[in-house]
């Protein structure tokens, strides 16, 4: 048997050689050490052998089964080896043509000028934190001073989720703004605070060239000992001159606001028409850019900070608008529209 695995072993190596393609190899390795081939055919005589010639008849014929695999896996790196070349110089493949373009994306100008909005707020010390979009009635208006017998309620019409609602916080609502995160953050961490709230929010409205049933926020308070709107003041004028880079008409009137107390509206010059008048500022020549003013003491109670000890002020604008004002984009629509003719100019 021992001549026969090295004359067998001969043969299949002889014919490995000989073989010029893929499929003949095939042919040669299932012949020779396929299941039903001739190495099988002469291990199958191993049972009938003395006890004394078994081991070495089975080393030996692992040994030579080994020996063939390697063979073949040569032999098949060898002629892939082959076929390809013959393969590029038929083809005459120029490996120095450039491949196709790759078309990368890029930060969407929303979030662009959100990021900018961070950064500049977090270098005044202030912290961004997050919320739940689908928020309670009582985060999104009763923890503000907004009652649901309040005709405050009617500043914003809201999309309320249908089947769910419970005693304490009411049905749940899209959030109509970014203040829910204000009572939040008040619960959670306490006095003193100095945050800013970016975020998607939801209200049911016919959209225009101004308005959208979505859009983006900023929440932004302090609150602190001796806080007064001095303060305020000087936040605002130094975010303003460092977001637009440049020096920007800002008027500050008298404004209702539920949750603040005295109530403070902050306009800018209209950007896009240099204050001309253009259907974005509806041609007054004036932006409205954020509610502001001194965090009502009952929103100061819901978040569990005692009035009497502490003070605070609280700003929110859209974050939406100011992206149109720093692209001079003239329709809310197209930056939530998906049109990457308009997307790509960012």
């Known amino acids: 048997m021992k001549v026969q695995l090295l004359s067998l072993k001969k043969a299949c190596l002889n014919a490995i050689k000989e073989v010029e393609t893929l499929r003949s190899l095939q042919e040669v390795e299932v012949k020779y050490i396929g299941r039903k081939g001739e190495l099988t055919s002469i291990l199958r005589g191993v049972k009938d052998l003395p006890d004394k010639q078994k081991p070495i008849i089975g080393k030996l014929s692992n040994k030579v089964k080994n020996e063939l695999e390697t063979a073949f896996k040569v032999k098949i790196v060898e002629l892939e080896t082959a076929e390809l070349n013959k393969k590029l110089k038929d083809d005459n493949f120029d490996i120095t043509v450039p491949g196709p373009d790759n078309n990368l994306g890029h930060i969407h100008p929303l979030s662009q000028v959100q990021r900018k909005v961070e950064n500049i707020f977090g270098s005044m010390g202030f912290t961004v934190m997050d919320g739940p979009e689908v928020e309670s009635e009582y985060y999104n208006f009763e923890g503000l001073n907004i009652p649901s017998w309040h005709p405050a309620r009617d500043m914003q019409d809201t999309f309320f989720i249908k089947g769910k609602k419970d005693k304490k916080h009411g049905r749940m609502v899209l959030r109509t703004h970014t203040s829910p995160v204000q009572v939040r953050t008040m619960e959670k961490f306490g006095p003193p605070l100095r945050v800013i709230v970016p975020g998607r929010t939801f209200r049911y409205e016919a959209t225009d060239a101004s308005h959208d049933t979505t859009f983006y926020q900023v929440e932004g308070f302090m609150i602190d000992k001796d806080i007064s709107i001095a ?66 003491e009952n929103v100061l109670k819901a978040g569990g900070i005692d009035p009497k000890k502490w003070q605070g002020w609280a700003f929110g604008f859209g974050l939406t608008r100011l992206v149109m004002m720093r692209h001079a984009i003239d329709d809310i629509r197209l930056l939530l529209g998906g049109d990457l003719r308009f997307i790509n100019q960012f």
């Open 231 to 296: 303060h305020l003041k000087g936040v605002l004028a130094q975010f303003l001159s460092r977001l637009f880079e440049k020096d920007v008409k800002v008027r500050i009137r008298p404004g209702y606001f539920p949750f603040v107390e005295p109530g403070l509206e902050v306009d800018f010059s209209c950007l896009i028409c240099g204050g001309k008048g253009c259907r974005v500022c509806k041609h007054t020549g004036w932006v409205e850019f954020m509610g502001a003013g001194m965090i009502h």
